[in-house]
């Protein structure tokens, strides 16, 4: 049962345009990620936010901004694609601490023309 | 950068046989969360284990952590098992770092 909500699903947008991805959880965590998905299928950790605050950033170009309402909605922006960025970008959540399991949404798929 | 690798990159199977694949990991990450990700993109948890023998099923997991290891043991596969299996062990954190995968086909 998908408890983790993207949208869009699907966007195709052309170089140097602004796309935003929006993630809501309704599991009642505190802890949500970005995740990135590239054309070899590997994933990779963009961001980590605990309670609206940012935890994690792992070398992500600056045109990559996330942002985040309130701790069960975390959006991610990126001003002026460019077509590395085409991917599938992957939301998830999990309870705060180690060992608490991460699910997933169903990805946000990227197509930049 | 974390070290996440993974064997085998793709395997072909007859239904019923079994499977192993195996994750080998860096030394500053821990515990390991298994996925499968479906050929749609949506990816499903099938263990948290940060040491030792866990099954569900037909599937059996296990972590050696001093070793910085884990396997996924998937017995008398079937066409629905076809996909691939992600591992990620996990940073202080909570961060998953996920391996490249193994491609499974398993045919009929």
């Known amino acids: 049962e998908t408890a983790v909500f993207q949208t869009p699903n699907y966007h195709v947008t052309q170089v140097g345009n602004e796309v935003s991805f929006n993630c809501k959880q309704t599991?009642?965590?505190?802890?949500m990620y970005w995740y990135k998905q590239d054309s070899k299928k590997l994933l990779k950790i963009m961001f980590s936010?605990?309670?609206?605050?940012?935890?994690v950033n792992e070398t992500v170009p600056r045109r990559f901004s996330p942002q985040s309402s309130d701790k069960a909605h975390l959006n991610l922006r990126i001003k002026s694609v460019e077509p590395e960025d085409s991917a599938v970008y992957l939301c998830?959540?999990?309870?705060?601490?180690?060992?608490?399991?991460?699910?997933f949404g169903e990805g946000s798929r990227l197509i930049v023309v | 950068g974390q070290q996440v690798q993974q064997s085998p990159a793709s395997l072909v199977l007859q239904e019923g046989e079994n499977a192993e694949l195996q994750c080998n990991f860096s030394?500053?990450?821990?515990?390991m969360q298994w996925f499968y990700q479906r050929p749609g993109g949506s990816l499903v948890s099938l263990f948290y284990?940060?040491?030792g023998t866990k099954h569900s099923g037909r599937l059996t997991s296990t972590t050696v952590i001093k070793e910085r290891r884990s396997s996924l043991h998937i017995s008398s596969s079937q066409t629905t098992d076809s996909g691939t299996y992600l591992c990620?062990?996990?940073?202080?954190?909570?961060?998953?770092?996920f391996g490249s995968g193994t491609k499974l086909t398993v045919e009929p």
């Open positions: 998830a959540s999990s309870h705060t601490g180690v060992g608490n399991t991460l699910y």
């Open positions: 599991l009642g965590h505190d802890t």
């Open positions: 936010y605990n309670n609206k605050q940012l935890i």
């Open positions: 030394t500053s990450l821990n515990s």
């Open positions: 284990n940060p040491s």
């Open positions: 990620a062990p996990r940073s202080n954190y909570n961060v998953l770092y």
